[in-house]
């Protein structure tokens, strides 16, 4: 090994989280003696279990619950909080724009890419000013206050047109993202609205739009077809066949000729690979071209993995990995194991997993799960998309608190408040502010 190998991860995600544990792991001692420096560049300090963020926008979890410190778990790499702006391979750089201050070059010996995904867009008049994704623990937090606040809205007002505009949601995609966001959101306020006067399930208005002919193709035909029947049962109005045409500032206009009055447009049409990716061969889908040692395509110091990388799926030749934390969370693994072997001059090992299913979840008790082939739905499709999840959420410290969040949820109601205000802190500051300021011109 040369003396001083400096590892760059590029995104602490599912990948870059478990790729950096297991290397942290086993690269203890070279670490201590400072032979090897990895270094973690993300946005965010922390990694977000995506799979739960349903539960967590339901008010089921915590949302801090859902997100793990790389600080606190990585104590032995050295975490930058800031974008990676751009990669250069030839150079073995990348350029690292701070949260503050000067951007600067990091200079690596090994790269690991895994900078995810971003949500996939259509160049949609209105999408991107009234629309919001679904990825993040910010969007999810977000839209658990905002719907709340338009339960509030409606429940405050006699007017019956801004009533019908608050209590209409509109998602838009029926992969898991958007199924589980809506299922779980609609079942929190069908719980919630006993709380709001003259609010029933009956009063708020529920749409899926799905461009295509059936939603959840990661659970197979007779899942999705049993889902979009259960979903309508409950009275979402799921539309198949149907696109977004154009959003006005509280109107959605569906290719279908109907316009829906509304103030919430949940964007989960897919996700594409991450920008960054222009610096680096590309292949599938626009992601990382790699080899099944998960090598990108040319090099052997670059790895990737995870939403961005085009790996090919060695049980279905020809065809790469969908882009699912099933694969992310053990891509990561093969891919720290493929560094260490590069690193010591040992062969490496080809990726291979064959996918073992979906499981999502539709709310309290309900959910879906196609695994092994074997088809279950309701009760025991929920239970196993909870045990699963849990099973993989990261630390002893996360799955500890979610047990109890939900232990706790036995208990006790759900919480209803709206925290919407928490995005404008200063609001009361500025008012009192501005008031004062105000009595005392007016005494002059
Ligand atoms: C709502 C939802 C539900 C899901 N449910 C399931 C499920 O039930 N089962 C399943 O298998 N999969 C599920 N997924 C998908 C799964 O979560 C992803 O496939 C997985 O997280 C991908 O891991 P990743 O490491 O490639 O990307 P991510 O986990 O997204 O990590 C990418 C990281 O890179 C960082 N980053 C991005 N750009 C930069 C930059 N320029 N500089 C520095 N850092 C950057 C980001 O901040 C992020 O931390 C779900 C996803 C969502 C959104």
Known sequence: MTPSSRILVVGGGSVGMYAALRLQRRLRRELKQGRVGITIADLDSYMTYQPFLPEAAAGNLEPRHVVVSLRRVLPRCRILGGRICDIDLAGKSARFAPMEGPERVLDYDYLIFCPGSITKTLPIPGLAEYGIGFKTVEEATHLRNHILGKLDTAASTDDPEVRARALTFVFVGGGYAGVEALAELEDMTADACRY?????????????????????????????????????????????????????????????????????????????????????????????????????????????????????????????????????????????????????????????????????????????????????????????????????????????????????????????????????????????????????????
């Open 196 to 444: 709001f006067h003259g609010i029933s399930r009956d009063s708020m208005r529920w749409v899926l739009v799905e461009a295509s002919d059936h939603i959840l193709p990661e659970v197979g035909p007779e899942l999705g077809t049993w889902t979009t029947d259960e979903l309508r049962r409950r009275g979402i109005d799921v539309r198949l066949d149907t696109r977004v045409k154009a959003i006005e500032h509280d109107v959605v206009v569906l290719d279908d000729g109907e316009s829906i009055p509304c103030e919430t447009l949940v964007w989960t049409a897919g996700v594409t690979a991450n920008p960054l990716v222009r610096h680096l061969p590309t292949g599938d889908r626009g992601r990382v071209a790699t080899s099944a040692e998960l090598l990108v395509d040319g090099t052997d110091f670059a790895f990737a993995a995870g939403d961005c990388a085009a790996v090919p799926d060695l049980t279905r030749p020809g065809e790469y990995c969908p882009p699912n934390a099933q694969h992310a969370v053990r891509q990561s693994r093969r891919l720290a194991d493929n560094l260490i072997a590069t690193m010591r001059g040992r062969r490496r090992t080809p990726y291979r997993h064959k996918n073992v299913g979906s499981v999502a979840s539709l709310g309290l008790h309900k959910g879906v799960a196609n695994v092994y082939g074997l088809q279950v739905r309701g009760f025991p499709a929920w239970f196993m998309h909870r045990t699963y999840h849990l099973t993989r959420m990261p630390t002893f410290n996360r799955k500890a608190r979610i047990l109890m969040d939900w232990t706790l949820a036995l208990f006790f109601k759900r919480e209803v408040v709206a925290l919407g205000a928490l995005a404008r802190p200063r609001e009361e500051f500025e008012f009192a502010s501005r008031s004062q300021e105000e009595t005392a011109n007016a005494r002059r």
